[in-house]
């Protein structure tokens, strides 16, 4: 559970810049610190609402490896396929994000949510009604801004991965 870089600070400061004048019924934040760093530095502190279900993937055995440190004693190994030794299996990750959007379709109105790339990854494929398994297929960098909704002809995808930059909107 790490603090935000200084960079991470930045881009959280220029996100609540962004988001400025929008409404949100609910702000929910992963307990990670990083989560709600960002939530609190982007002007939304005080509304944050922890919601376990947005702690990152559980790495469990592979904590702090990278893939490549991954590879060398599981060759081929694919997060969403495979899931991770003593930590979560895709078929987990599937079921905590399914009981999350469940949970905000209950509550109704507009959401915000702050946490973690594979967790918002596997949020959008299962929001899209997909497998798990297409997490693969959105990559999801730090820092940036994604928006889901239900739409006429069902959930969509209306804005995926936008940087925000940090240093062209600091003064």
Do not use: K
Not at 48 to 73: K, M, P, S
């Amino acid at each position: 559970d790490i603090p935000l870089a200084p960079e991470g600070r930045l881009q959280a400061s220029a996100i609540g810049r962004l988001l400025a004048g929008r409404r949100f019924d609910h702000v929910f934040s992963s307990p990670m610190l990083r989560a709600r760093e960002t939530a609190r530095l982007a002007g939304f502190g005080e509304r944050i609402r922890v919601h376990e279900g947005l702690t990152e993937y559980d790495y469990g055995e592979f904590e702090g490896l990278t893939t490549g440190q991954i590879w060398a004693t599981h060759p081929g190994w694919r997060l969403f396929h495979d899931g991770c030794p003593g930590g979560e299996t895709p078929g987990q990750i599937a079921e905590r994000v399914d009981a999350v959007i469940e949970e905000l379709r209950e509550l109704g109105g507009n959401s915000l949510l702050f946490g973690h790339g594979h967790c918002f990854r596997s949020l959008a494929v299962r929001f899209l009604e997909l497998q798990i398994r297409y997490a693969t297929n959105l990559l999801l960098d730090a820092g940036t801004i994604s928006i889901t909704s239900s739409e006429r002809d069902g959930p969509a995808l209306v804005l995926w991965n936008r940087r925000v930059q940090p240093r062209a909107m600091a003064v």
